[in-house]
């Protein structure tokens, strides 16, 4: 196994350059798309050396899990808002649990399991699909949970299969202890559960080169949200810690020689005393199974282990900066909670949800309530020990701190003018910042995918990278992305909830985006000069939803550039703002610039996909 990954880090021990924030800008810049880029530089996928997307560990004992057989009936937004109070979707902190096999196939197949099949055109091969969306169906990200006290399974530490639905003995013993020394937490030594999740950076950078970084992170943000979703529903709430030490933490888990990176961990206070006093023994320390070669050939994406490298934090971590983000305004009043009316049972949400290839264009419009109980809950808080809300026994009543907001792409919702609208997640309510036409911007500034010219509503969610490095340094480029991820998993399934369907966009071209909202001043290149270039090429096809799934057919029969990855008032450039959304003049270097899109998204009728089995 090629590891360059183990490589980069080899000669971290000690030092870091975290706090050197000008990286995180620059590798945010270096990895943009332009209209100019994706033309210049365009990459061909070799098929031969594409990464399994099923990690395995050759001779570690096997554990199938139970098939499925029942999940409480949560209703989707009340899981939602359960998880921003603390609490379980019965209203109570803790609800009496039997953690058990049983209980653990529940959380894993409505979470991490595959829940779809999809043929490939004109040959008989077929692949997976997950609960948890991924990036180009990639999938970076890895599970591994740690047990104690678990009725019919032996305490250790197990890597999940998906292909399988089933777990891989790696260690058994305490390891929930033994994680949660390395991650410095003393209050969770006796937690019975402990949810690891890691990235295989290179699954996604051999389609998306350098930009994989973001994506791998944007997937850990839907992996966390789909898990806490799930444990939730199932009556054990707890919260996300990524801010540990990653040499400590790669020790402890045997992933020192390893092509996996640990990013987040999922932790549950311990709730009930059956496992306090209780006898276990340590972990045993050599693990079981040799991990598969995922690949013929790794190559290596320097800018990409380079960004990585410095978000990493050294042994001595220092206490966790208390965050407030200028986004939080407790003086403010704020509206009463929204009802989770309607509503519908998380179970078979999660299961039921797919990515749109497309949107129908001619979809009677969404109601202007729907868009807003999506967002309402797409942005409601949830508890991580970066937001300032968990870490120790119990969840902090405070409100989390945010790092994104949603700017708005408005095409087809009842009652809301087609234009561009701001989430104020204070006030819970759309600001309208422009009207028109803005299909064809959307579906350009999204890499000219027209599923966010579709769509009834499309978004450019917007990250004040400048506070979150500030805060965190260059690890806060992580957590912004996993923010934008944990809203697009509920953006994903609240969409299902209410008969709607979704896509996550990673592609967009991150400076005309900038451009168009306001925040970077007018330059040579305008948006309205790319657009119209891009309209003479025909690339921004709007109302024809067949032509990109032709587009996609492509991709399967042979190599092709990563372009496919895939109107307006008049072209005449950007819209005036009725504000400047900061109270500052636009900024006019790219490089710099404090908020940057980080995320998009679209939310539609969905068009039926053909290749997707019943
Ligand atoms: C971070 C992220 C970025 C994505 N970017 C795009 C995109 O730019 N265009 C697109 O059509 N789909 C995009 N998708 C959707 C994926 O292609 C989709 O999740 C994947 O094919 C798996 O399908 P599923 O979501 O139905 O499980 C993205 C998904 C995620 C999670």
């Given amino acids: 196994m090629t590891r360059f990954l183990f490589r980069a880090l080899a000669d971290l021990e000690g ?115 997950r609960v948890n969306p991924s990036s180009g169906n990639l999938h970076p990200t890895e599970t591994y949970v740690a047990l104690l006290g678990f009725a019919g399974i032996d305490d250790g530490l ?5 292909d399988l639905h089933a777990l891989e003995l790696r260690g058994s013993g305490n390891w929930t202890e033994q994680i949660a020394r390395a991650l410095v937490l003393p209050w969770a030594t006796e937690s019975s559960l402990i949810v690891g999740l890691t990235s295989i950076f290179w699954r996604e950078a051999w389609k998306y080169r350098d930009r994989a970084y973001r994506y791998c992170c944007h997937d ?26 990653d040499l400590r933490v790669t020790k402890a888990l045997g992933l020192a020689e390893s092509d996996e990176a640990p990013m987040a961990f999922l932790v549950f206070p311990p709730e009930s005393p059956s496992t306090s006093g209780r006898l276990t023994s340590p972990p045993q320390q050599e693990l079981g199974g040799v991990p598969n070669e995922l690949s013929l050939d790794e190559v290596p994406y320097d800018l990409l282990l380079g960004m990585h ?38 179970g078979p949400t999660v299961r039921r949800r797919r990515s749109a290839l497309d949107f129908d264009p001619r979809t009677p419009p969404m109601e202007r309530q729907q868009v807003e109980q999506l967002l309402d809950f797409a942005t409601r808080d949830w508890p991580t020990d970066w937001r300032g809300n ?20 408005v095409h087809r919702v009842r009652d809301c003018e087609p234009g561009v609208h701001r989430w104020d997640k204070s006030s819970r309510r759309l600001v309208q910042l422009h009207c028109g036409n803005v299909e064809r911007v959307a579906a350009y500034l999204s890499l000219e ?45 609240g969409a299902e909830a209410l008969g709607w369907s979704a896509t996550g966009i990673g592609a967009f071209y991150d400076d005309d985006v900038h ?60 819209p005036q703002f009725r504000k400047n959304e900061e109270g500052a003049s636009p900024r006019k270097d790219p ?24």
């Avoid at 870490?391 to 792409?409: I, K, M």
């Fill in 515 to 574: 451009r168009y909202l306001g925040f970077l001043e007018e330059g040579e290149a305008s948006v309205g000069a790319s657009l119209r270039a891009a309209e003479h090429a025909a690339l921004v096809m709007l109302g024809s939803p067949s032509s990109r799934l032709a587009a996609q057919d492509q991709d399967w029969r042979e190599p092709a550039a990563v372009i496919s990855e895939s109107g307006e008032e008049h072209l005449s450039g950007p």
């Fill in 390 to 409: 968990f870490g120790g026994e119990t969840t902090s009543a405070e409100r989390g701190a945010d790092f994104v907001t949603p700017y708005l792409y």
């Fill in 449 to 493: 995918q027209a599923l966010a010219g579709n769509a009834c509503f499309a978004v450019s969610m917007i990250a004040d990278l400048t506070v979150a490095s500030r805060v965190f340094g260059n690890r806060g480029y992580r957590y912004v992305h996993f923010e934008a991820g944990a809203i697009g998993q509920r953006l994903y399934v």
């Fill in 591 to 614: 490089r710099t610039l404090p908020q940057q899109v980080v995320y998009h998204f679209a939310v539609g009728r969905a068009i039926p996909d053909p290749r997707l089995e019943a």
């Fill in 15 to 129: 030092s870091g350059v975290n706090e050197e924030t000008e990286r995180l800008f620059a590798y945010h810049h270096a990895t943009k798309h332009s209209y100019h880029s994706v033309r210049t530089n365009p990459h061909f996928l070799d098929w031969r050396n594409q990464p399994d997307p099923f990690r395995t560990y050759e001779g570690a004992s096997l554990i199938k899990l139970p098939a499925e057989s029942g999940f409480p009936m949560a209703g989707t937004f009340a899981t939602m808002a359960a998880l921003a109070k603390g609490t379980t979707d019965g209203g109570s902190k803790f609800q009496e649990v039997q953690l058990d096999m049983v209980w653990l196939s529940r959380l894993l197949w409505h979470s991490m399991a595959i829940s779809a099949w999809k043929k490939v055109p004109r040959t008989s091969d077929r692949y997976s699909l």
């Fill in 220 to 245: 850990l943000g839907h992996a966390i949200m789909s898990l806490l979703l799930a444990t939730c529903a199932l009556g054990m709430p707890g919260g996300v810690v990524a801010h540990f030490s």
């Fill in 309 to 346: 490298r410095s978000t990493i934090l050294s042994d001595a971590v220092e206490p966790l900066p208390r965050v407030l983000p200028a986004n939080i305004d407790s003086a403010q009043e704020h509206p009463p909670l929204r009802d989770p009316a309607p509503d519908v049972p998380l």
């Fill in 158 to 162: 197990y890597h999940y299969r998906p």
